[in-house]
């Protein structure tokens, strides 16, 4: 073989796909090899009783299915069902293989998968939901293209009429398979790739990608030299052999297979640590960096070769920016380190949080303080940069790896406020010092009353002081676009500064450097982009950076296909420096701030409903419950796109837009709840509450066991019963609320930042209001007042003490206040 094989498969870039000759060496249960394709149409030949003349297999399939019928399928399970697997099988599995395709519908590698030990296997036909690759190598997606023995009602595709078929529905598979041909290296195992169906999926994408074919290799005996050349026009090198010389090969340069865990360490350097332990915690460390300067340097940050670096055009810091020292270490940030974490200062659980205000530089201001700390070398550190769902799990994993205190740092305190608080209250770590930020808004209205009580230290850091700005000129002088700012004195780059900068630091450094205002930089580099397909990827980045995560290259991927435009990420992203940036198949876009200015400014509606309509589609491919299916950065992305108050912020409140999206996917996600709920809380956003109460109780009929869906279906019920007339009807309502409210209440769960009492206690009174029973309305007001009063969380709670201020003002006035913010308001 060839070191490009040796290195792909090391890298995770090697992906099989299997024709008739791989399955040679599996034995059926008429202890015969699986019949090759001539071998087949003579059996299917005899079965119906016609003499053999050589005819094609497609033609003879046809044949006998029409004479056969059902017969046919037991045809296939006498030659191909319960195959005994080949040696080559067996030892294929020794090695880390993510995806596999197969052209064949024997079950002979089934077998031989499951009697692998901890192998995750899944065996997928072309029309199932697609799944994301296993990012820690641990998974292998065994996908069979034309059929399973197993499945015969999934369908088969051997003749003609099947092709062409299954070329106009597309089958998801071999849609993903034409994406991972142009991703990954390809070898074809035992097949001349006469296959019509998977060439039509190759050409259709490479006339959007407009990219060339990667470097791919077929393994079979031989070929005719006129064979050769045309398979070498798409780029794919013939090999002489067959499985067993491939299998062989690996054994030699092999002495021991690698595993999934050391393709991550190849692959995320930030892991390699944590897989030299032991592989079931690579997930559980996915997103978490050890921070010191060792392993920083072995990240790959995609360094340019641009002396100005992205810090400074908006993008969020990479470890290399801190290790080169590129942001300027600010006053506040080194007071922060001198008073709370200099000389160990801080003792078990506490929590130290920066405060600021979108773009003030609470990120970059973290990760400086990271590696300061780590540079002591007494007590580790860690980063947190996603959002994750085992936060406790991981907390006491790293309790047992560590014999003293040590540091975590969070990015938004607020992902993980409540799993913070059951943490301290519980002690579940004794070891554990956080540092964390948040906007102050979000900590007041969402994370406060999880985390007020536990607050150690806070510092606002939204303002840089006038000592700052000489810091920050000195870095953009050695960094930065200095051209305008090297033409004034010393005195006036300051003054230009910390007048930018007045409002976010950000968008002062953009200013600054410019010259123009920061929307008309935003809408110069939107105006300069003229390719359509990277004027999509950059938006569908962008509404992953506006939930701060990075975007997923796959999902990108179909949902540019899906817009007719050039799928090809990775090439696009190449195109498009200091605009978006591609590492290791994630995909970021400059600052939140950025973002959010060009979609409310300077991307037509229209054209957002586009992007955001081959979003939705792209995820559609995925088993229902979605968020179960994918990564947690996919899943927020996934319940951004479908969350009614997210549309129609992005809308601009366009009631036809917004509800276009849910008419279009109602069918679709019929069995997904988290986009039904979304679609009956944008009708009633809309005043549409009886279509919303429809929408919500189909919801609760499919999920019954939803909290989440409970509490709408009850806040719907008690809207209708405060716009009813008539009173059996309107209590009829408010009755059944009332009884899930209590419900959710004494089993403590709140939904959507919302306590059940709160929606309870106003609803209660505004039914009764809007019967006339003013005076019953006032009691009632006066009793859920003195019930929530007693609540513990009132305090920290923002929604809380304002329902309780709200109640109040009616039990003494019989009226609400202006304004007041009600959950039984749109």
């Known amino acids: 073989m060839n070191p490009h094989i040796k290195n792909a498969l090391l890298n995770g870039r090697l992906v099989l796909l299997f024709g008739a000759g791989a399955s040679v060496g599996c034995k059926n249960s008429l202890h015969q ?20 003349s050589d005819e094609d297999l497609s033609d003879v399939y046809s044949a006998a299915k029409e004479v056969l019928g059902d017969q046919i399928h037991r045809v296939f399970e006498k030659h191909y069902k319960h195959c005994r697997p080949s040696n080559e099988y067996n030892e294929l599995l020794k090695y880390p293989f993510f995806r596999i395709y197969t052209l064949n519908i024997d079950d002979g590698f089934e077998k031989a998968a499951y009697q692998v030990s901890g192998l995750k ?43 062409a078929e299954n070329s106009s529905t597309e089958p998801l598979w071999y849609s993903e398979l034409a994406k991972d041909y142009h991703k990954y290296t390809f070898i074809f195992i035992g097949t001349k790739l006469k296959e019509s169906l998977f060439f039509h999926q190759i050409e259709k994408y490479k006339a959007k990608a407009k990219c060339n074919d990667l470097k791919s290799y077929i393994l079979i005996p031989s070929l005719t030299g006129i064979q050769k050349k045309s398979l070498e026009t798409s780029n794919i090198e013939h090999l002489e ?24 360490a190849n692959t995320r350097p930030e892991l390699n640590l944590e897989s030299k332990e032991q592989a079931k915690n690579l997930s559980l460390f996915s997103g978490v960096t050890p921070v010191n300067r060792s392993s920083l340097t072995l990240i790959d940050n995609n360094i340019n070769k641009s002396k100005i670096r992205n810090f400074y055009k908006g993008f969020k810091p990479t470890w290399l ?18 008073s709370i974490l200099a000389s160990n200062n801080a003792k078990k659980l506490e929590l130290h949080v920066l405060f600021g205000t979108a773009g003030c530089g609470k990120t970059t201001a973290l990760k400086l303080l990271a590696l300061r700390v780590a540079d002591q070398g007494i007590r580790n550190v860690y980063f947190i940069e996603e959002y994750k769902d085992n936060f406790q799990e991981l907390l006491v994993e790293l309790d047992h790896r560590n ?22 209250k519980s002690t ?32 606002d850091i939204s303002q840089i002081s006038s000592s700052d700005a000489d810091l920050i000129l000195d870095k953009l002088e050695t960094f930065g676009n200095w051209t305008r700012l090297s033409k004034m004195s010393a005195r006036n780059r300051k003054i230009e500064l910390i007048k930018k900068s007045k409002r976010q630091l950000l968008i002062g450094l953009i200013e600054a450097t410019s010259g123009e205002g920061y929307n008309e930089i935003i809408e110069k580099d939107y105006k300069a982009i003229t390719c359509e397909s990277e004027k999509a990827l950059l938006l569908l980045a962008g509404l992953a950076t506006t939930q701060r995560v990075p975007a997923n290259e796959a999902t990108l991927t179909r949902a540019l296909s899906y817009l007719d435009l050039n799928p090809n990420v990775h090439q696009l992203s190449s195109k498009m420096d200091g605009i978006v940036t591609y590492i290791n198949g994630s995909i970021t876009t400059r600052h939140r701030v950025y973002v959010e200015r060009l979609f409310n400014l300077y991307v037509p509606q229209k054209e957002l409903l586009k992007i955001i309509d081959s979003y939705i589609k792209a995820f559609s491919v995925y088993q229902f419950p979605i ?48 986009f039904l709920l979304q679609y009956g809380l944008a009708l009633r956003s809309f005043d549409e509450n009886k279509q919303a109460f429809e929408k919500l109780r189909i919801a609760h009929d499919a999920f019954p066991d939803s909290p989440h869906i409970e509490h709408a279906l009850a806040q719907q019920r008690i809207i209708l019963a405060c716009n009813e007339n008539d009173e059996t009807v309107a209590m009829a309502h408010f009755s059944e609320a009332e009884t899930v409210l209590n419900r959710l209440n004494s089993a403590n769960v709140s939904a959507f930042d919302r306590y059940p009492i709160i929606t309870l206690s106003e609803g209660h009174v505004r039914v009764m209001e809007n019967l006339g029973y003013i005076n019953e309305a006032k009691v009632l007001a006066k009793q859920y007042h003195d019930r929530i009063s007693k609540n513990k969380n009132l305090d920290a709670n923002y929604r809380l003490t304002q329902t309780v201020a709200n109640l109040a003002k009616f039990y003494l006035t019989g009226k609400w206040p202006d304004k007041a913010q009600s959950d039984m308001m749109s």
Do not use: C
């Open 241 to 264: 052999g067959k499985l067993s010389d491939f299998t062989n090969w690996l054994g030699s340069e092999f002495e021991k297979p690698p595993s999934g865990v050391d393709i991550v």
């Open 428 to 459: 579940k770590s004794t070891k554990a010092i956080f540092i964390s930020s948040e906007n102050p808004k979000i900590w007041t209205t969402r994370v406060k009353e999880h985390l007020g009580e536990y607050l150690t230290s806070s510092l």
């Open 403 to 424: 014999i003293d205190l040590y540091y975590i740092f969070i990015e938004r305190v607020g992902h993980v406020a409540p799993q913070i608080a059951e943490i301290i």
């Open 33 to 52: 090899d699986p019949p090759l394709g001539w071998d087949l149409a003579k059996i299917l030949a005899d079965e119906m009783g016609e003499e053999f």
């Open 627 to 674: 968020v179960k299916n994918i990564s947690r950065n996919e899943a927020t992305i996934y319940k951004h796109l479908v969350n009614a108050k997210s549309l129609k912020r992005i809308l601009k409140n366009d009631k036809d837009s917004v509800l276009s999206i849910y008419e279009e996917y109602e069918k679709t996600f019929e069995n997904e709840g988290l």
């Open 121 to 163: 296997f899944n065996v997928k036909n072309r029309n199932d939901n697609i799944t994301e690759v296993d990012q820690f190598y641990q998974t292998l997606d065994y996908i069979k293209l034309n059929g399973d023995v197993n499945h015969p009602s999934k369908g088969f595709i051997f003749s003609s009429q099947e092709y």
């Open 321 to 338: 920016d801190v290790l080169d020292s590129v942001p300027a270490n600010l006053s506040n940030i080194d007071n922060f380190y001198n």
